[in-house]
């Protein structure tokens, strides 16, 4: 399997997230305008759509329900959205620049900002379980269980607020760091590829290796990302680069050094594709999908 095969499924992840969206964001008689309009201007027209491509892809491993693959897809995407929206925020990480523009509360207004970041987080819940089920609905319960988890007080939010005390700290550490990114933005990618083999109904040995796989890839995708704050610019990245350095936050890149960080990463890719070595072939587009985490330049 290529890497044009890898990028072309890709590009399908980001189209049906897309009109995903922009469906489930069209003008109604019930929804205020402006709420909607933020909520668009955060969520359309950017971004990877890693996510949603792990769920279709870890999802075709297994004999699973497209329409619930798609819809689920969508769901985690509206997360990764809503985290982001707050992650910008003054009192978070206060960022004016995302994916080459202003960040929301810059576009709009800090309230506006965190209402359209409530509404993108709830909105996901309202698509899984409006979501079709037809073979069993305990599947369904599973993803909003799961879904919950990974953004609540285990997962993103309980990272974010690890995040916030470490940089009030002096004394953070490799196994704080770790925690942080494990929970921080591990989390959601885990659930993304774990999602897929929910919803094909997968054996325990089976979701074990993937939520292992999604483990490691989460990881290194965060990892990836303090080392292009040290090593891109502005412009490649579409947010500001040297940001972490320059507030002395505390990362990988800072506690291991440059050097020990980039092989960190290389054992976290082997790690990665190590656990895909039960699904053989099946499993090359997620393999392309690991290169293309550790290896990216934005």
């Known amino acids: 399997m290529t890497t044009d095969n890898f990028e072309t499924k890709l590009e399908k992840a980001v189209k049906q997230v897309e009109n995903g969206l922009k469906a489930?964001?069209?003008?109604?008689?019930?929804?205020?305008?402006?709420?909607?309009?933020?909520?668009?201007?955060?969520?359309?027209?950017?971004?990877k759509r890693l996510r949603p491509f792990l769920v279709n892809e870890t999802a075709s491993l297994f004999k699973a329900e497209q329409q619930l693959v798609t819809?689920?897809?969508?769901?985690?995407?509206?997360?990764?959205?809503?985290?982001?929206?707050?992650?910008?925020?003054?009192?978070?990480?206060?960022?004016?620049?995302?994916?080459?523009?202003?960040?929301?509360?810059?576009?709009?207004?800090?309230?506006t900002a965190i209402l359209a970041g409530d509404s993108l987080q709830t909105l996901a819940f309202e698509i899984l379980s409006n979501a079709p089920t037809p073979?069993?609905?305990?599947?369904k319960s599973q993803l909003i269980n799961g879904?919950?988890?990974?953004?609540?007080?285990?997962?993103?939010v309980g990272g974010q607020i690890r995040d916030m005390?470490?940089?009030?700290?002096?004394?953070?550490?490799?196994a704080d760091i770790l925690m942080i990114h494990s929970q921080k933005t591990g989390a959601l990618?885990?659930?993304?590829?774990?999602?897929?083999?929910?919803?094909?109904?997968?054996d325990h040995h089976a979701r074990e290796a993937i939520k292992l796989f999604g483990q490691k890839l989460?990881?290194?995708?965060?990892?990836?990302?303090?080392?292009?704050?040290?090593?891109?610019?502005?412009?490649?990245?579409?947010?500001?680069?040297?940001?972490?350095?320059?507030?002395?936050?505390?990362?990988?890149?800072?506690i291991l050094g440059h050097e020990k960080a980039v092989t960190f990463l290389s054992n976290l890719k082997d790690g990665a594709l190590y656990a895909l070595e039960p699904f053989g072939e099946k499993a090359e587009t997620l393999r392309e999908a690991t290169r293309f985490v550790c290896e990216r330049q934005n």
């Open 147 to 156: 879904l919950a988890k990974a953004v609540g007080k285990t997962g993103m």
């Open 218 to 254: 989460g990881l290194a995708f965060q990892l990836k990302d303090d080392l292009l704050d040290v090593e891109g610019t502005t412009n490649d990245l579409g947010k500001t680069a040297g940001k972490d350095q320059a507030s002395g936050k505390a990362t990988l890149v800072s």
């Open 135 to 139: 073979t069993n609905s305990y599947i």
């Open 24 to 47: 489930h964001l069209a003008s109604d008689d019930e929804t205020p305008e402006t709420l909607l309009e933020a909520m668009r201007y955060a969520s359309l027209d950017g971004g």
């Open 189 to 202: 990618i885990s659930f993304a590829a774990e999602a897929g083999a929910i919803i094909g109904g997968a």
């Open 165 to 174: 005390a470490a940089e009030k700290s002096s004394e953070v550490n490799f």
């Open 71 to 111: 819809e689920a897809a969508i769901a985690i995407e509206c997360i990764h959205c809503y985290s982001l929206i707050h992650d910008d925020l003054p009192s978070m990480d206060n960022d004016e620049l995302r994916r080459g523009r202003p960040t929301l509360w810059k576009h709009s207004d800090e309230a």
